[in-house]
Nanobody
Framework: QVQLVESGGGQVQPGGSLRLSCAAS????????MGWYRQAPGKQRELVAR??????????NYADSVKGRFTISRDNAKKTVYLQMTNLNPEDSAIYYC?????????WGQGTQVTVSS
């Protein structure tokens, strides 16, 4: 059974940093496009950052709201995708979800809470 397990969430002050991790199992990780999404209370889930598969060159794209502050990366040997978040602000507070997608197959993690407040 495919599992995506996120970690690294927590509470941080504005301007602070966090690194989220998502470990995958039971998939050929390097073939999957990986993404981080977030959902704040009362809002729709939105794409934060995405990194393509090894066969697609590992290209990245970001939501405009996080460009220059967040960095997505992946370690195919460890089957893990990361989201380095810097200069966090209260608008970044949300549950962050890891997503794996390949040819119509899609998997989600359980989410990790990120709270930015002073």
């Amino acid at each position: 059974q495919v599992q995506l397990v996120e970690s690294g969430g927590g509470q941080v002050q504005p301007g602070g940093s966090l690194r989220l991790s998502c470990a995958a199992s039971e998939i050929i990780f390097s073939f999957y496009n990986m993404g981080w999404y977030r959902q704040a209370p009362g809002k729709q889930r939105e794409l934060v950052a995405r990194i393509t598969s090894i066969t697609s060159g590992g290209t990245t794209n970001y939501a405009d709201s996080v460009k220059g502050r967040f960095t997505i990366s992946r370690d195919n040997a460890k089957k893990t995708v990361y989201l380095q978040m810097t200069n966090l602000n209260p608008e970044d507070s949300a549950i962050y979800y890891c997503n794996a997608a390949l040819r119509g197959n899609e998997y989600w993690g359980q989410g990790t809470q990120v709270t930015v407040s002073s």
